[in-house]
């Protein structure tokens, strides 16, 4: 029966004039037999690789916190217990590109007075650190202020 099937598919492909038809009938008839038991013998977690996230530059990490992160801290990955509170940005027009400066900050202190020219901003190893971000001052409304 397979034979009278490809000996019909080579012949309607002479017609045609198609040679790829032939061929992927060919492989059709002859790889999904070997090829089946195996991919059914393996399990899930051997065929599912978990996805790696494509780390980010710092445009990318402060493009989506309120006014392009200006006030919050970025540190690069592999930095511990430094970070930059990010001062000025200047962004290019395609807003991947551009410049940014920052204040130094050791173990949460600052470790300078002046900002300084961030370097490295287009390398993708950049993160954002929530706990030192801005913070608003707490509002004393339980106290009352005499008259």
Not at 15 to 44: D, V, Y
Request: hydrophobic share 35%.
């Amino acid at each position: 029966m397979a034979t009278t099937l490809m000996n019909r598919a080579i012949s309607r492909t002479e017609t045609f004039g198609s040679f790829k038809l032939s061929i992927n009938l060919l492989r059709n008839f002859s790889a999904p037999a070997a090829a089946s038991p195996s991919t059914e013998n393996r399990s899930s977690s051997d065929s599912i690789k978990p996805k790696r996230r494509k780390k980010k530059s710092l445009f990318e990490v402060s493009q989506f916190l309120p006014n392009w992160g200006i006030g919050y801290h970025i540190a690069k990955a592999h930095w511990n217990g430094i970070s930059y509170e990010i001062t000025k940005i200047n962004l290019y027009k395609d807003g991947r590109h551009g410049k940014a400066w920052g204040i130094v900050h050791k173990d949460g202190l600052r470790a300078a007075e002046a900002p300084k020219k961030i370097s490295g901003v287009h390398k993708r190893c950049w993160k954002y650190i929530p706990n030192l971000s801005k913070t608003t001052p707490a509002t004393n409304s339980a106290q009352v202020q005499p008259a």
